[in-house]
């Protein structure tokens, strides 16, 4: 079975700290997707990442595919209220036939004014 | 405006009654796909289709049908609801499968 295990589950941090979130698997992943999901609403993507090492940048947002592709990182610099909610990693399992994406239990970020 | 709309937002039934939530996506997308987000356990995938007239089972389809009649509809059909399939649940749709997904808003549904 392929597992997605994101950590920490909760963060509560305030304005102006930097965090980071992480998504790791014993699987290889032919990509990895980064959606946040507010309250009331479905999850968003913020980005996708598909090449192992890759670093991807999203204004304070920046986020990296381990090299060996089983694993992702999230970091945010100086969170702000706005970055509060939920964070979820998303793979494509290397040998899908399904592409079905397998989605880690995420991460409740809460940045405090 | 590119969306994914599912009806209705919020249910209050009783086990037993049959129900049916409607999903629509205005992007002609030929992947589109259900979820049951509980907390502390994710998203799980209880159906997908990859075209018109193809479906397939998730991780967790028990409990559930689907249909897709129509490539922009994926109607999510729960004959005799149970307690435990209170949940919120959430419609996706994306080019192919693998993509980017489009999530609907939500059914949050409560079955007592």
């Known amino acids: 079975t392929q597992l997605l295990e994101q950590s920490p589950q909760f963060l509560s941090i305030q304005e102006g700290e930097n965090l980071t979130v992480y998504c790791n698997s014993s699987s290889v992943f032919s990509s990895l997707q980064w959606y946040r999901q507010e309250p009331g609403e479905g999850p968003v993507l913020l980005v996708t990442?598909?090449?192992?090492?890759e670093v991807k940048k999203l204004k304070r947002l920046t986020f990296q595919f381990g090299d060996a592709r089983k694993d992702s990182s999230l970091h945010i610099t100086a969170a702000q209220p706005g970055d509060t909610g939920l964070y979820l990693c998303?793979?494509?399992?290397?040998?899908?036939?399904?592409?079905?994406?397998?989605f880690g239990q995420g991460t409740t970020l809460q940045v405090k004014p | 405006e590119a969306q994914v709309t599912q009806n209705p937002r919020y249910l209050i039934t009783v086990t037993g009654k049959k129900l049916t939530v409607t999903c629509s996506q205005n992007m002609n997308h030929e992947y589109m796909s259900w979820y049951r987000q509980d907390p502390g356990l994710g998203l799980r995938q209880i159906y997908y289709s990859m075209n018109v007239e193809v479906t397939d089972k998730g991780d967790v389809p028990e409990g559930y049908k689907v249909s897709r009649k129509e490539k922009r509809n994926f109607p999510l059909i729960l004959e005799s609801p149970s307690p435990n399939q209170t949940s919120l649940y959430f419609c996706?749709?994306?080019?192919?499968?693998?993509?980017?997904?489009?999530f609907g808003p939500g059914t949050r549904l409560t079955v007592t």
């Open positions: 990442v598909v090449t192992g090492g």
């Open positions: 998303a793979g494509l399992a290397w040998e899908s036939n399904t592409g079905k994406l397998i």
């Open positions: 996706a749709s994306s080019y192919r499968e693998g993509f980017e997904q489009y």
